[in-house]
């Protein structure tokens, strides 16, 4: 019998057998003890992504869903959701995005040339970790000064124990986070600057009648409190994963250094290999059929897209990582209404750091004794990399 935990130990140092079992054997599973229901094969958590109205967003996107009744666009449904993304899109450009190309190189080199000459570095404390929070702070307008309690609050609000719920720690860096956010909310509007948050702060949203109206200040520190969120851990996962597959996989890393144009497909393919966000939660809305079982209305679903992008049915030899396999559609930044809004920004400092990297550390290996993972909520990495340089 299937015994899939998203919050053991084990699910968390390495999900992808119980992965391929809930697959093979319960691709509609039901957990007891946590009371949800898991998709895993890719056709499915494709199906659920796009069917909105059967799958709601607005009970939270966690398991627990302790974040239901945040101002994030993510636990929002039509028609809240479709005014917010309007308004975050349109100032959230391509073009506003590819401007920040020299301040990530920029940002990357100065970390990198930091560790230039050591024979080991943690590549998560002193990089991963450092070139999102700057980069999405950057584009949002949070000053230096405050970036790294906010690192410390995400963390913590992050944090789980193997029970699964949420602790009091998290509640109350959940809290002062957004205490936080109002005061810059305030400031801003006070010392406004050339930043997203001073944009939506001047953008009107048009309500479902027509008529339109400025966003309130709790609404502003929503968005800051999204975008910092979703911007920085995320990133700050996929750079480490990525490393290991580099690091285990030496070939690739190899033809990587020797020639960078390659660098955007293998982040499709880090993206795909060990994705950040393992699952996006649903509510059903009423009964839903999938395969041969009725799941009930009002019903907590997950959609494992940590298991989809490793399902064999799609993707040929899905635990290798091939820096030339064509990804085609992934699931890693989710689909559909609620697609990544950040993913061009994702894919842009993924890119830089790994241009960075291995123009300087074309060779490294890990240093297993000192890697360390947490049991997370829907994101999985780690948060100690050790790097050993080779010369
Ligand atoms: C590798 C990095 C990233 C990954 C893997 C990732 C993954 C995801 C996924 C899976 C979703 C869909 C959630 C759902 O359907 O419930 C999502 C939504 C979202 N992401 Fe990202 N993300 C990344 C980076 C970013 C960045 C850099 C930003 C912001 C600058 C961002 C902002 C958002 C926002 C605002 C949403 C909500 C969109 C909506 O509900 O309409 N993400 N992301």
Redesign the pocket.
């Known amino acids: 019998m299937v015994a899939y935990d998203p919050f053991t130990w084990e699910t968390a140092h390495n999900p992808y057998p119980i992965y391929q079992q809930l697959r093979d054997e319960a691709p509609v599973y039901y957990n007891e003890k946590h009371n949800f229901w898991a998709l895993s094969r890719y056709e499915d958590v494709v199906a659920g992504?796009l069917n909105v109205e059967d799958f709601s967003?607005a009970q939270g996107?966690t398991i627990e869903g302790f974040e239901k009744d945040a101002p994030?666009?993510?636990v929002?449904d039509p028609p809240e959701?479709t005014a917010h993304?309007r308004i975050?899109g349109r100032v959230?450009t391509p073009r506003r995005i590819a401007l920040l190309e020299p301040f990530i190189r920029q940002t990357a080199a100065d970390l990198l040339d930091r560790l230039a000459g050591k024979d080991r570095f943690d590549v998560v404390e002193e990089f991963s970790f450092l070139l999102?929070l700057d980069v999405?702070s950057e584009?949002i307008g949070i000053p230096a000064e405050v970036r790294p309690r906010i690192h410390e609050l995400s963390d913590r609000i992050a944090a789980r124990d193997d029970s699964g719920t949420m602790q009091e720690d998290a509640m109350i860096a959940s809290m002062d986070l957004a205490v936080l956010l109002t005061e810059l909310v305030h400031d801003r509007r006070a010392h406004p600057g050339d930043d997203v948050i001073t944009m939506l702060m001047n953008t009107p949203v048009e309500e479902e009648d027509g008529s339109t109206r400025m966003l309130t200040d709790d609404e502003l520190a929503g968005r800051f409190l999204?975008?910092s969120f979703?911007?920085?851990e995320?990133?700050a996962?996929?750079i480490p994963n990525g490393v290991v597959a580099l690091a285990w996989f030496p070939d690739a890393r190899h033809e990587l250094a020797a020639n960078p144009a390659l660098i955007p497909n293998a982040v499709e393919e880090m993206?795909r290999w060990d994705?950040?966000?393992h699952y996006?939660?649903?509510w059903t809305t009423k009964d839903v059929q999938v395969r041969d079982t009725v799941i009930p209305a009002n019903q907590r679903v997950i959609?494992v897209?940590g298991a989809a992008v490793h399902d064999e049915r799609k993707y040929q030899d899905p635990d290798t990582f091939d820096i030339h396999r064509d990804v085609d559609r992934h699931?890693?930044?989710?689909?559909g209404?609620?697609?990544?809004?950040?993913?061009s920004?994702?894919r842009l400092?993924?890119r830089v750091a790994f241009e960075e990297l291995l123009k300087r550390f074309p060779d490294f290996s890990i240093d297993e004794s000192g890697v360390e993972r947490r049991v997370n909520i829907n994101v999985r990495g780690l948060s100690k990399l050790p790097l050993v340089i080779s010369r």
């Open positions: 992504h967003s996107v994030f666009i993510i929002k959701h993304r975050v959230f999102p999405i584009l999204e975008l979703a911007g920085h995320t990133v996962k996929l993206l994705p950040p966000s996006q939660g649903r959609l897209t699931v890693s930044f989710g689909l209404r609620h697609l990544c809004l950040g993913a920004l994702a400092e993924t």
